[in-house]
Each structure stands twice: as C-alpha cells, then as structure tokens.
C-alpha cells in the first residue's frame, strides 16, 4: 500500500526548477501536493507532506483488532486515562515546524 491518504495533486518539476525555489516547492507540500523532482523526464526524488506522527488510540485498536491481537485493557486503564487527561487541561500548542 503506497499511502492510506493520496495526495491532492502530483506536480513533476525538474532539479532546476525545484533548486530555484525551494521555498515554493515546500509551500506547495504543505498545501498538499506531492512532488516528483525529475531528471532527464526521469523521477529522481519524491517530496511530499509529512505522515501524521501521531495515532488516536481509537485507529490503534481498530489496528489491533484488524491484525488480530488478543491484547486486553487493564480493567482500570480507562480510568487512568481519564485522570491524565484531567491533570493536563491548558490547550494544545505543538511546535510550529516554520
């Protein structure tokens, strides 16, 4: 499987065309374009936006169960997990990567 989530366009540009502004080739990743940088009509290298680093414990179960695990939760782990989520209300500000 090449990607769960396709990009919204594939772009092929050149080396030379990718080297002369770089800026605005990331800026068209982060929009959510793939870029193939080619060599002679030939694809050289790939660009493209980040995965998520990041995997809801929901998608995680659902993966488990997919794959057959026969793992069990500890009986008070929803509770712990409430309790950690509760000690840790101020919002979410992750590191900006610009």
């Known amino acids: 499987m090449y990607n769960l989530v396709m990009p919204k ?8 065309e990718a080297a002369s502004d770089f800026a605005s080739l990331l800026d068209r990743v982060r929009a ?11 694809p050289v290298a790939v660009v493209r936006p ?3 680093a ?3 414990l929901s998608e995680s179960l659902r993966l488990a169960r ?19 989520v509760a000690s840790h ?6 590191l900006a990567w610009d």
């Open 89 to 94: 209300r101020e919002p979410l500000n992750p």
């Open 50 to 52: 980040a995965e998520p």
């Open 66 to 84: 997919e794959h057959g695990s026969t793992a069990t939760l500890d009986p008070d782990f929803a509770k712990d997990v409430e309790a950690a």
């Open 32 to 42: 959510g374009a793939e870029i193939v940088i080619e060599h002679d009509a030939r």
């Open 54 to 56: 990041v995997r809801r």
């Open 9 to 16: 366009r594939v772009i092929h540009i050149s080396e030379a």
